[in-house]
């Protein structure tokens, strides 16, 4: 974005009239990976919008992360209301459910295309968490010819996946409970570094997905990210407040009792993951690699600032 396509941008972005500072905010005390408390280093003060947020490096692991952060309560709000006009303001053009349905079918057929011979059946039912309007989920029910379930906080986007025939559960994905269901194949696109508790999502859809099935998750890949931008200020931004890298994403799943089958990154730097459940206990990272990687990156980042870029 160049400076005069970013002054409009933060012209639209303060005709929103939404005052980040003044929201209720919650300061995270341990790392949501490793656990680590006082382990984290400051990196950035503010996001791509202009809005104070702080982005913190946990030096032991090298998660990023927002702290403090708005509250649980504080992102329902901002889900609701601010942030489809917050992205629309950001690029200059419309972008809202009906939108965001033309967008993700190419999204949605190339993710079936990719999944297809990679799973070990042909799954019989589907859990898309954060599906938003099920697009994707749609999808995959009909590639697949399986049942569909679709769970978002947004409860006017799960009318238009109601309206398809799918089965919708309102919420976010770190309260749901779904008993003793489990499914063939989860998927979580493009939503895990809007968690609030990314281990405990991930756990728990490690729980859900039936024995023999597969799960899919994509990141958004900080360290790619950063190498495009050339600026972790444009990089940071408020409605994610986690950022993973390829390791750290490893260790996740890794923590969870998920297994990499295979990986793939696409243009827009998503890095996607097909998972198995794991045969054994949960298996410890290597956690000084992590905290090498984490070195590395901070020495990077530190370049690059020295440099100019």
């Known amino acids: 974005m160049d400076?005069?396509?970013?002054?409009?941008?933060?012209?639209?972005?303060?005709a929103l009239a939404y005052d980040y500072g003044a929201q209720a905010k919650e300061r995270l005390t341990r790392c949501n990976l490793c656990g680590a408390s006082g382990h984290s280093v400051e990196v950035a003060r503010r996001d791509r919008y202009g809005y104070p947020a702080t982005f913190l490096l946990c030096g032991r692991c090298g998660l990023g992360y927002l702290s403090p952060r708005l509250s649980a309560a504080g992102y329902a709000d901002f889900y609701s209301r601010v942030y489809r006009p917050l992205v629309s303001a950001y690029h200059g053009r419309r972008i809202d459910a009906e939108t965001v349905q033309l967008e993700?079918?190419?999204?949605?057929?190339?993710?079936?295309?990719?999944?297809?011979?990679l799973l070990p059946s042909s799954p019989r039912t589907v859990l898309d968490v954060g599906?938003?309007?099920?697009?994707?989920?749609g999808v995959l029910e009909a590639r697949f010819r399986a049942r569909?379930?679709?769970?978002?906080?947004a409860r006017e986007e799960l009318a238009v996946a109601r309206a398809a025939g799918m089965e919708t559960v309102a919420g976010f994905a770190e309260d749901f409970d779904p008993g003793e269901r489990s499914w063939d194949l989860v998927v979580l696109c493009q939503t895990v570094d809007h968690l609030l508790d990314v281990r405990g999502t991930l756990a728990a859809l490690r729980r859900i997905t039936a024995g023999g099935g597969r799960a899919f998750v994509d990141i958004l890949d900080v360290d790619v990210v950063l190498r495009r931008t050339g600026s972790i200020e444009r990089t940071v931004k408020i409605d994610?407040?986690?950022?993973?890298?390829?390791t750290t994403a490893a260790a996740f799943f890794a923590l969870v009792g998920y297994t990499i089958v295979t990986e793939r990154l696409t243009d827009d730097g998503h890095r996607g993951f097909v998972l198995a459940p794991g045969t054994s206990a949960s298996a410890e990272p290597d956690w000084p690699a992590l905290e090498a990687d984490a070195d590395r990156f901070l020495e990077s980042l530190c370049s690059s600032r020295a440099a100019g870029t």
Not at 104 to 117: M, T
Not at 131 to 137: R, W
Not at 240 to 246: D, K, N
């Open 131 to 137: 599906g938003s309007t099920g697009v994707v989920a």
């Open 3 to 14: 400076p005069v396509q970013r002054s409009t941008a933060a012209e639209r972005i303060a």
């Open 148 to 153: 569909a379930t679709v769970l978002d906080p």
């Open 240 to 246: 994610h407040p986690y950022y993973l890298s390829r």
């Open 104 to 117: 993700q079918h190419a999204y949605a057929h190339d993710l079936a295309a990719f999944l297809a011979p």
